[in-house]
């Protein structure tokens, strides 16, 4: 009954619904302030995720979560998380009932269900959160789902240090230009980062509205913009460097029309 704060990591190990279900009893019994949760979810269904997100919802108290569901490689056979959209929005109610939150980070590993919904649901009631880092990798989200984010998160007013990671989403700059439009007005915001990987091409125009958003938002001190098997226009990249930030692409890439970033190249607001 004294137990604040519980971090359990089984990452490599498969988890059925028998053992999520008696995990998460166990859980809403505890008064836990901090909640550090990172799973293997291969063989979990909606019936243990729906479990685990009821007890979470009676955690009332709780300022501090991490969760995340990862795939497991059993042999030569990568096993993928077996909870739909349903699950994980059951899961995501669940979080954005916790009014005390002000921490959370919520990674979704080879979780090829679960999708565009989620994504807002997570903080659709967040008012006092300072701290989200989310990790989306191969999760099905494109501009709709980017575009309801971002409307969700312009009424996270407290927020300060925001992290976004999208893998193989799809993500053009439609959806990109309304997280851009948003995080503009979230004026307390001092930290960003943004990870794309195999998502569509940089273009003009968001290079324009990230160069806006680095010479005009007032207490944005770090920003790293990260892309990974995408595009970036050559006018894209002057563009931005014309704000005196990093921007590192492989010359041998380089042609004509654009810069095709074969690993991980970032962007940097020099301090």
Same mark, same amino acid.
């Not at 137990?3 to 279900?21: F, K, W």
């Not at 971002?150 to 439609?174: Q, R, Y």
């Not at 990109?176 to 001092?190: E, H």
């Given at each position: 009954?004294?137990?604040?704060?519980l971090v359990i990591t089984g990452q490599r190990v498969v988890i059925h619904d028998l053992e999520?279900?008696?995990?998460?009893?166990?859980?809403? $019994?505890?008064?836990?302030?901090h909640l550090n949760l990172q799973l293997g979810g291969t063989q979990m269904t909606n019936i243990?995720?729906?479990?685990?997100?009821?007890?979470?919802?009676?955690?009332? @108290?709780? #300022?501090?979560?991490?969760?995340? +569901?990862?795939s497991v490689c059993t042999g030569v056979v990568l096993k993928v998380c077996m909870f739909s959209?349903?699950?994980?929005?059951?899961?995501?109610?669940?979080?954005?009932? %916790?009014?005390? &939150?002000?921490?959370?980070?919520? @990674?979704?590993? #080879?979780?090829?269900?679960?999708?565009? $919904?989620? &994504?807002?649901? %997570?903080?659709?009631? #967040?008012?006092?959160?300072?701290?989200?880092?989310?990790?989306?990798?191969?999760?099905?989200?494109?501009?709709?789902?980017?575009?309801?984010?971002? @409307?969700?998160?312009?009424?996270?007013?407290?927020?300060?240090?925001?992290? !976004?990671?999208?893998?193989?989403? /799809?993500?053009?700059?439609? /959806?990109?230009? $309304?997280?851009?439009?948003?995080?503009?007005?979230?004026?307390?915001?001092?930290?960003?980062? !943004?990870? !794309?990987?195999?998502?569509?091409?940089?273009?003009?125009?968001?290079?324009?509205?990230?160069?806006?958003?680095?010479?005009?938002?007032?207490?944005?001190?770090? +920003?790293? +913009? *990260?892309?990974?098997?995408?595009?970036?226009?050559?006018?894209?990249?002057?563009?931005? #460097? @014309?704000?005196?930030?990093?921007?590192?692409?492989?010359? *041998?890439?380089?042609?004509?029309?654009?810069?095709? !970033?074969? /690993?991980?190249?970032?962007? $940097?607001?020099?301090?």
């Amino acid at each position: 009954k004294h137990i604040r704060s519980l971090v359990i990591t089984g990452q490599r190990v498969v988890i059925h619904d028998l053992e999520i279900t008696d995990l998460a009893v166990a859980i809403s $019994k505890l008064p836990l302030i901090h909640l550090n949760l990172q799973l293997g979810g291969t063989q979990m269904t909606n019936i243990g995720i729906q479990a685990l997100a009821q007890s979470i919802r009676s955690l009332g @108290e709780l #300022q501090d979560l991490s969760i995340g +569901f990862f795939s497991v490689c059993t042999g030569v056979v990568l096993k993928v998380c077996m909870f739909s959209d349903e699950g994980a929005s059951a899961l995501a109610d669940a979080v954005s009932s %916790l009014t005390m &939150l002000r921490t959370l980070h919520v @990674e979704f590993n #080879q979780c090829p269900s679960v999708g565009n $919904k989620t &994504l807002s649901n %997570l903080i659709k009631s #967040q008012r006092e959160l300072t701290t989200l880092d989310l990790n989306f990798i191969m999760i099905v989200v494109n501009d709709i789902g980017l575009s309801a984010f971002a @409307e969700c998160l312009s009424s996270v007013s407290a927020l300060s240090t925001l992290k !976004l990671c999208f893998n193989n989403s /799809g993500i053009t700059e439609v /959806g990109l230009s $309304k997280l851009l439009a948003c995080l503009t007005t979230m004026t307390k915001l001092t930290h960003l980062d !943004l990870t !794309l990987r195999y998502c569509e091409r940089i273009t003009d125009q968001v290079a324009e509205e990230i160069r806006n958003l680095l010479l005009h938002h007032p207490n944005l001190t770090h +920003f790293t +913009f *990260a892309v990974e098997r995408t595009k970036i226009t050559r006018l894209a990249k002057e563009r931005i #460097q @014309e704000i005196d930030c990093l921007l590192y692409t492989s010359d *041998a890439a380089d042609d004509l029309l654009c810069v095709d !970033l074969g /690993g991980r190249r970032i962007i $940097k607001k020099k301090k």
